[in-house]
T-cell receptor, first 116, second 109 residues
């Protein structure tokens, strides 16, 4: 299957700082990328959907000014957690599809963010 | 509203068979997925059903009944490495994935 690389896998940052997470599709062009957040023992919560070259569509309750998403190319999307706080500590996962209606979503490895 | 239901946790014995059920109510249907997720890792794809019936892939099989809004994942010859969470997800009419909360499967020797 297609490969999606997410970096970093783990990050610890101080409260008030910003953290950038990268999601790259290595062997295909991802027209659509999704960012999820997962709390312990819970399912994936969709944060936003981003299409290459356009603004991300955020789910209700997700602060767009806090979680900045950039999808500048067909192989790279970034999620920046700005002014991070301990409650932002979570597991963040990206996934990518090659187009609308594509069956399988390919996932990155996930990023464990800990804000201290 | 949209809803995906699956049991929170199941326990089974190594070498046995286990069936994980999933029921759904969504706005439109463009397929149902099963993913496996080990703790601290991203989900990995197991199966995709869009037509009624059983899809078999090695030790894993997935069944779908669209009229009943029901699917199950069948795992045979259970191995200790199968201990994980199993996520059911439905693709709705907007091609968005709606996720269930996952079923934690515990395998005992």
């Amino acid at each position: 299957g297609a490969v999606v690389s997410q970096h970093p896998s783990r990050v610890i940052c101080k409260s008030g700082t910003s953290v950038k997470i990268e999601c790259r599709s290595l062997d295909f062009q991802a027209t659509t990328m999704f960012w999820y957040r997962q709390f312990p023992k819970q399912s994936l919560m969709l944060m936003a959907t981003s299409n290459e070259g356009s603004k991300a569509t955020y789910e209700q309750g997700v602060e767009k000014d806090k979680f900045l998403i950039n999808h500048a190319s067909l192989t790279l999307s970034t999620l920046t957690v700005t002014s991070a706080h301990p409650e932002d500590s979570s597991f963040y996962i990206c996934s990518a599809r090659t187009g609308t209606g594509e069956t399988e979503a390919f996932f990155g490895q996930g990023t464990r963010l800990t804000v201290v | 509203g949209q809803n995906i239901d699956q049991p929170t946790e199941m326990t089974a014995t190594e070498g046995a068979i286990v069936q994980i059920n999933c029921t759904y109510q969504t706005s439109g249907f463009n397929g149902l997925f099963w993913y496996q997720q080990h703790a601290g890792e991203a989900p990995t794809f197991l199966s995709y059903n869009v037509l009624d019936g059983l899809e078999e892939k090695g030790r894993f099989s997935s069944f779908l009944s669209r009229s009943k809004g029901y699917s199950y994942l069948l795992l045979k010859e259970l191995q200790m490495k199968d201990s994980a969470s199993y996520l059911c997800a439905v693709m709705d009419s907007n091609y968005q994935l709606i996720w269930g909360a996952g079923t934690k499967l515990i395998i005992k020797p």
